[in-house]
């Protein structure tokens, strides 16, 4: 099955009004970025064990690790989780960034050093949360 099918299948298995705040969301990425790079990761180990939540990932980053070996990843990743909806912006090293950023004007969302968690889209400021994942989508 390509990436496409997947996200879409995703997407729609999920509950409203997620499923609706999640289409929003995976569009106005799109429309930030039309030729990123897709990934839809399924959330499961190599031995088919789940370890996270499915997530779609957006760009494409080199991310190092402390062995001085580099893995291809997203840059932007968006995820339900069983509260809400997960927006992570991967690749930030100062991880207060994004709270001292973008949290201040948000609205009502837990932010990490690279995870904005939030109920519905209803309770964040939209532009806000663009600015933060066009941040996201400019670090290459």
């Known amino acids: 099955m390509n990436i496409q099918k997947q996200i879409q299948e995703y997407i ?61 990843f997203y840059q932007v990743g968006l995820s339900a989780n ?10 930030i090293s100062d991880k207060n960034y994004l709270a001292q950023t973008f949290g201040p004007e948000l609205g009502k969302a837990s932010i990490t050093g690279y995870c904005i968690k939030f109920k519905t889209l209803s309770d964040i400021k939209m532009d806000v949360l663009k600015a933060a994942i066009q941040y996201g989508l400019d670090r290459e």
């Open 82 to 91: 069983t509260t809400g909806i997960s927006v992570y912006i991967m690749g």
């Open 12 to 72: 729609a298995a999920q509950p409203e009004p997620k499923r609706g705040d999640i289409q929003q969301l995976h569009s106005m990425i799109l429309a930030l970025k039309p030729t990123c790079k897709l990934r839809f990761l399924d959330g499961k180990d190599e031995h088919g064990k789940t370890v996270s939540n499915p997530n779609i990932g957006y760009g494409s980053q080199n991310i190092p690790y402390a062995n001085g070996k580099t893995r291809e």
